[in-house]
């Protein structure tokens, strides 16, 4: 019995010779061990034991982490404070290796995007003059920039024209290579702009309002005049989606495949373009809107109002998320930074109040930053690597750097693009290159923006150089790992948190329950033994890391409680008739009766508190 | 300006791979968390639907079959005892009976096992009668087709008792865990075209009658269960005393009991790692340990509820499973025998078979409410069940040495095999597969707390009546322990103590 349970345990190595000698004497006994030699066929046996690693197996120094070249592993990886107070053993160091992985993954992409991903020269590529002999960047005009730029980049610069058409939308694929193009007087066109082959060329001979490809260059959505139609890559109308009645823009979410739309009667409309369903349709209650967008980072979709109003939306609320008064005036352009210091954070918009306004969506109270134009704005678009560029009257003006510096003064702009008795009526910044396609009323320009385009794509996300068979594969993948609409939520790290809450109980309801019918969360908070974000908070002031008020500051989450009686029959018949101010029998008889019942109410308290003496005998009841 | 060259990006060659540029950083890769668990939640439908554990049914028994013997040291065999006195060694490759014994016992059999050392060249099958209480050493070459070569087989009868022993015998050793199975197969599919199908049931069914025991021991009392040592040629049983017999001599080596107490053991078993202790479980609600080097019982607990079975784990040479007559299995670590380890919850009828998986990492349990469930060793909810209509109480189940397949013995005379991963391919599975495989694994691992993966992953298909006994019992055990909260609520502060539920499975532990 012993033996079994010292069995248990690891076994001993077994001690060597010293000196290296083997010693003669010594033959091993062939008694009873635990583990067996297992004979084989050809005559050799084996010891199973020994073919295990052995436990004084060590990783070369070489190796081990601290050793490394990339110097990023110097100090060990250590997991989080609070997963040491876990008392499950296994939990814990589950939790604990899970937290190191992931501290070592995020290490990995830092190494990755300093050596691979970075510009080789120069910080991120833009135009670079002489500020101290006086030179400006937004004096640099595109012909000076073509002349110095190579001859494959001088060759994205170009102007499509077309006279009479009305004033041009255009819309890029999400790699960048496809441009759609809308005129308002029914001239549709879709290329491969790179290889300058033309996909598409129709003729509606109706207002179009707004073009936007779908998931691929395969099909894209116009707004027309009456309805929404969607187009395939040849021209041939595939749908004619009749319940967007007088679509005015258009947003197409790709990862959950939604296309929403909003028309002139200000009604929010989802639409599921790989089943062909309508979601929902959710009315603004705002009229026609003047402009829309969408968040690249949380599928929010943006509305900007007549009445200077921005509106955020998902299709699970029939109410916007938030509603705040950007502007004196209609907000005629927004736009959704999605470059990596902002990652859809900060969204910029424009109002006829001739004032462009960068706010922060942590924190909508006030803007970041705002300044006039001199211009009268018509629309907003920002580039990959966080560039602005406000198109309005006579030219597009482009800014950068808009985060950091002095946010209090009016940005110098990066660009100026000028377009002499012309109104951009789009802009649209190319995805993972360094172009501006605005569209106006002779047409289309391509301009060229050194600096403005993302550099380092991912094949996975949006392949510049995709071919057929990619393509395809692409599609089949996109529809399996389509996002259910559901999860499109404000904050965008919501999924995989745990809800507290436990709607629609009253407070009676949750106090009768006995601690066995509690939720694990509650039991462990009756014992003390919850894991409760004011702990975090001291555990950081520990670590010297926190600020010292943050604690307080902390809000504790409200528990609804819910009360049985109020809003009652009673009280509801009372407020009604208050509100008329209309005095009758009936309402007098309500109101003594209330009273009444007020007055036992407060006796008996005052009873049970001690603060009185209930009256006994005969006359008590005339109390 | 960017520019960029085609010849980075486009493939060197028609041939050759088209390049792939990445770049992890998040903004790029934007819903990065609801990406991830749709893939999670077509995961977990995927092996939901792959989900097809019935392999086959073993049938050929007249009555219900009560234990099943499996041979630790080859994959394809397994012996089935019927209530009616017959064992059946059935073939799992072939999927049919290999030798048939029609009156082993007289009445039913209370346990199988085979013997460690192949003899005389021929493997050894022990059985024990339940009523009759007598044991019986069968030796045979039918039980190992695999070993016969070609020629051999077709040449002389099947039958023959010697072939040449030398040959034999060195290959009866190398057969340890199912070497030459494929050979097997190979051979008696050649046989099959050959048309010599029929003349092989009548020449294995003549070879079952006639054959006759090596040895047989009796004993006045009948035999519930009987286990072999793992490496010397000793066995135990269980009657009413556990009794170890050695396979050359005719009397018992000695009887074991703890202290005088006379009670029925309903089964037996040697540990695995330190091959001389062994563990029986008894009709006084007792689990005992024994060492048989000094022949004497060692420590006792008495629990609430009887034990059906146990299960030493082939890894952890400390633990052992109880399958218990009260729903539930039990884990102990035999260092420490006042609480089990772990409580396994989860059938609605007295657990009446429990076998370890060679990992030890995963067990397998069959119970009296027909079904079969498979659980973990770390966590108290059953990892899977199996069911089927026509199958009956369970009254023993096994892994089979590979842990591929689990096998269940069942009342209706039927020998299942099921897939111990319902949703596993069987086969060879590529290197890209595999890591598909592994790949939605740890996504449905990672998304398993979010409701709507864990409700498609833990959702089982049960028959209405144990769904019903389910909700039931559910319901039972929670107003009674509801009942309890208010009992305990308005007595006196401290008198009534709540008793955690693994402290209530042990009564007292002897020594």
Redesign the interface.
Known sequence: MDALLASAGPLPTKKQNYKGKQSSTYTKKSGPTSHQTIPRADGTSIDPSLHSILSSTRIPAGFHQSNLASGSGSTPIKPDVSIGRIQDKKLRSKLARQDITHKQAKLDRQDVNEWLNKAISGDKGGIEVDEELGEKTWRVKQSEISDSVSVGSKGKKFDLKFEGMGSYKVDYTRNGRHLAIASSKGHVATFDWQAGKLHSEIQLKESIRDIKFLHSQDFYAVAQKKYVFIYDQNGVELHKLKQHIDPTHMEFLPYHYLLATVGHAGYLKYHDTSTGVMLTQIPSHLGSPHSMAQNPHSAIIHLGHANGTMTLWSPNMTTPHVKLLAHRGPVNGIAVDPSETSAGRYVATSGMDGVVKIWDGRMWGKEVRSWHVRNQVTTLGYSGMGMLSVGGKSGVTVYRDLHSGNIQHTPTPYLTLPLPSLTASSVKFCPFDDLLCVGHEKGISSLLVPGSGEPNFDSNEADLYETYSRKRERDVRGLLEKIRPELITLDTDFLGHINESRGGETFEERNSRSYRQLGRLERLRMDGKADEPQNQLEDEDEEGEGEGGEGEATQKEKVKRKMKGKGGSTSRYLRKKQKKNIVDNSLLAMKAKVAAQKKAEDTRRKIANGEIVKETGALARFA | ????S?DD??PSSSTSP?P????????????Q???E???AL?AVKMDRMFAKPFVDALGGHQDGVYCLGKDSRRVGVVAGGGGDGEVIVHSLTLRRPLLKIPHAHKGMVGGICWTSESHDGQRGMITAGKLDGTIKIWRSEAFAPGIRDKELFQGSEFASGFGSAGHQQ??D??G?IG?NGLDMDVDFDEEEEGGGLNLDFAKRDKLGENLEPKMVYTNKNGLNGIDHHR?DSVFATASNTVQIWDENRSAALSNLQFGSSLETVNQVKF?Q???N?LASVGNDRTMC?Y?IRTGKA??RIVMQFVSNDISWCPT???TMLLASEDHNLYTFD??NLNSPSQIYKGHVGGVMGCDWSPTGEEFVSGSYDRTVRLWNR?SGKSRDVYHTKRMQRVFDVTYTPTADFVLSASDDGNVRIWKSNASKKLGVVSSKERQAIEHRQKLVER?S??KGVRSIKDRRHVPQSIHNATKLKRDMI?SR??KE??RREHSRKGREKPKAERKKAVIVEQK
């Open positions: 300006m960017i520019s960029r085609l990006h486009m088209h792939l540029q990445r770049n992890l950083a998040p903004h790029l890769h934007p819903f968390k609801p990406r668990y749709a893939r077509t060195h290959l050793q190398a340890a070497e490496t540990n790692s330190e091959t202790v340990l060492d060692e420590r952890l040479p400390t035999i260092r770390e998304y707390a979010e929670e322990k509801v909260d208010r």
